[in-house]
């Protein structure tokens, strides 16, 4: 089966520092990973093609980002950042080179759970829609009220919700969390990763179980055509190799027909961000 990875990244610390892996827990991902770190895992999980995804609100990053998609056979595209607040934000998403495929702002770290409701949030969110783009959503759980409000606001932009939301999947809380999703995924416009769940679980004690009744919440709520897998690379390492989390999401979907799970693996991710 074709397989793309939606959701991965890398990071150079000697070339920019990155303050979110200065607290303790984050020494086992503190170094430089590189396309070179990712291309035996992802050879042996089956991957052929990769979405990368920015780390930083950096535009700098993802002028990088782009090079290197440009120069490899494996990431098909890259979801980059721009300011959405900034006056001339479509004139940089015109200016960008060949292989942006979506935009992505750190939603998470925004004190005001209204963040995406701000009007020159939602005038960048146009210009991303203007410029043929698909919006990630980086958000917890609390900031789904505004994300839903936001993707019923501009039924003509896709956005993709990474990581589920980050549900609290350590504590094995289900609600408000599944009311959210079920709401947000009622609107036709949005898709969701199956993603990032290793990192919400226990790190060293998850098991597949503890992953299956979120899963299975995106699953039935948004459907197989419209949910797509991404390893979170590296930050899943925290929690699990890259070759368990490709296999653990691969029991997850275990219950679904050949077809459903082309498009969760593949078919979702392709059209979303129109891979050829």
């Given at each position: 089966m074709d397989r793309i990875d939606a959701h991965h990244h890398v990071w150079d610390l000697a070339v920019r520092p990155h303050a979110w892996l200065d607290p303790e827990p984050?020494?086992?991902?503190?170094?430089?990973?590189?396309?070179?770190?990712?291309?035996?895992?992802?050879?042996?999980?089956?991957?052929?093609?990769?979405?990368?995804?920015?780390?930083?609100?950096?535009?700098?990053?993802?002028?990088?980002?782009?090079?290197?998609?440009?120069?490899?056979?494996?990431?098909?595209?890259?979801?980059?950042?721009?300011?959405?607040?900034?006056?001339?934000?479509?004139?940089?998403?015109?200016?960008?080179?060949?292989?942006?495929?979506?935009?992505?702002?750190?939603?998470?770290?925004?004190?005001?759970?209204?963040?995406?409701?701000?009007?020159?949030?939602?005038?960048?969110?146009?210009?991303?829609?203007?410029?043929?783009?698909?919006?990630?959503?980086?958000?917890?759980?609390?900031?789904?009220?505004?994300?839903?409000?936001?993707?019923?606001?501009?039924?003509?932009?896709?956005?993709?919700?990474?990581?589920?939301?980050?549900?609290?999947?350590?504590?094995?809380?289900?609600?408000p969390w599944r009311d959210r999703i079920e709401e947000l995924a009622a609107l036709p416009n949005v898709y969701c990763k199956l993603?990032?769940?290793?990192?919400?679980?226990?790190?060293?004690a998850w098991q597949v179980a503890d992953l299956r009744p979120y899963a299975e919440t995106v699953l039935e709520a948004f459907g197989p055509q419209r949910v797509m897998f991404g390893s979170d690379w590296p930050v899943c390492l925290l929690a699990a190799e890259y070759e368990r989390v490709v296999a653990t999401a691969d029991q997850l979907c275990a219950g679904l027909s050949e077809g459903e799970r082309a498009e969760v693996f593949a078919g979702t991710a392709r059209r979303v961000y129109r891979i050829s």
């Open positions: 984050m020494a086992p991902i503190r170094r430089t990973f590189t396309l070179d770190d990712l291309a035996p895992p992802a050879a042996a999980a089956g991957v052929t093609r990769t979405v990368l995804v920015q780390v930083l609100p950096d535009l700098a990053e993802t002028v990088e980002f782009l090079a290197l998609a440009a120069a490899s056979d494996l990431v098909a595209g890259v979801v980059g950042w721009v300011d959405l607040t900034a006056p001339d934000v479509a004139a940089v998403l015109a200016a960008m080179p060949d292989g942006l495929v979506g935009v992505r702002h750190g939603v998470q770290s925004e004190p005001d759970p209204e963040w995406l409701n701000r009007p020159d949030v939602r005038r960048g969110l146009a210009a991303v829609e203007a410029a043929g783009l698909a919006y990630d959503l980086l958000t917890l759980p609390h900031q789904l009220p505004a994300a839903i409000d936001t993707v019923r606001a501009l039924p003509g932009l896709t956005f993709v919700l990474d990581h589920l939301s980050k549900p609290p999947i350590a504590a094995g809380e289900l609600q993603s990032g769940m290793v990192t919400e679980a226990d790190w060293t």
